[in-house]
């Protein structure tokens, strides 16, 4: 296949595999997607019909520690690059709630590779610790996450994967915050 070719059949397959995991927000300052649970909705992507791989990137390190190199910064910056670079690479940003997003480090890089977010989603960890703005923030979307957010609750100590999903489904039911985010997507 030439490679513009390949390069469209993976946009397709990448768009196929983002629409089934997409949900639309009914907010009208929303552009992106908002996604309540990892659970019910990062399956579909996996049922794309190409071979998709996942490469867990490490976190952004700015100062060495212990033996790590004086240079760690740019050779972790290098690594990541040199995977999200490709068209047909989908970037996944995973964002702690209680950060500032358009301070990160993953967000900055994902927007030099990828400027309008077409291939970019983002996990946002910890929804139940920063529920206060969360909705605001994800809605608002001011860094572009074109492919839109998936909000989890962590697993706390020795729960099991099972009691962890029960009570992230019940979290994003019933709290006053949470339960605002669009999980079905009508």
Request: hydrophobic letters at 35%; proline letters at 5%.
């Amino acid at each position: 296949m030439g490679g513009s070719m390949m390069s469209e059949v993976y946009e397709n397959s990448i768009d196929a595999g983002m629409s089934s995991l997409a949900i639309t927000n009914t907010s009208p300052h929303h552009n992106a997607p908002i996604i309540s649970s990892y659970n019910d909705h990062i399956r579909p992507l996996l049922d794309t019909p190409l071979d998709l791989t996942m490469v867990d990137l490490p976190g952004i390190t700015r100062n060495p520690v212990k033996d790590q190199p004086a240079d760690i910064y740019q050779q972790v910056s290098a690594m990541i690059k040199k995977h999200i670079e490709p068209q047909e690479s989908i970037i996944l940003n995973v964002l702690a709630a209680t950060c500032d997003f358009s301070t990160c480090e993953s967000i900055r890089m994902s927007k030099q590779v990828d400027k309008k977010g077409k291939r970019t989603l983002a996990v946002v960890t910890k929804a139940d610790m920063q529920p206060q703005g969360l909705l605001e923030k994800v809605t608002a979307d001011d860094v572009n996450i074109g492919r839109g957010y998936v909000c989890v609750r962590n697993r706390v100590g020795d729960e099991t994967y099972q009691e962890a999903r029960e009570k992230e489904e019940e979290i994003f039911k019933n709290h006053p915050l949470l339960s605002e985010i669009d999980k079905d997507g009508s």
